[in-house]
């Protein structure tokens, strides 16, 4: 199937480049297009991101140790950022010093929880997947 179009911004030239920020909020597309070179592989990598960390927010709160919720904020921290999910990234970067800190996580989840749903109707309307 032909990949869904990148919806053109007022006044934008309907590039991914030009209009990413405004079309995917907190998917950086103009970095990870030319940083990913491979568009078809790069929208698979955004499904299986939502399919494997959609819940990370809810695992955090879930582990057995705030060793552990912040482990899976490192991980989570990692592959947001090589997907340029910007606000996700920052987010669980916060998580991880939260837990690290042992400062209380939860406005944190929250924020993280918000990034993750923004992230993921990003994901939906730019690769697809319901």
Request: a negative charge; one cysteine or more.
């Amino acid at each position: 199937p032909a990949a869904p179009p990148v919806p053109a911004a007022a006044g934008g030239d309907g590039s991914a480049a030009a209009d990413g920020a405004a079309a995917w909020p907190g998917l950086d597309v103009a970095w990870a297009l030319p940083t990913w070179g491979d568009e078809a592989l790069y929208r698979q990598c955004l499904l299986d991101f939502v399919r494997e960390h959609g819940d990370a927010a809810r695992e955090m709160a879930a582990a057995d140790t705030p060793a552990a919720a912040a482990a899976l904020a490192h991980k989570l921290n990692g592959a947001a950022a090589q997907l340029a999910l910007t606000e996700v990234s920052a987010r669980a970067e916060e998580a991880e010093l939260v837990y690290r800190t042992g400062l209380s996580p939860q406005a944190t989840l929250s924020a993280l929880q918000a990034a993750l749903d923004t992230a993921r109707a990003s994901i939906r309307g730019y690769a697809g997947g319901g």
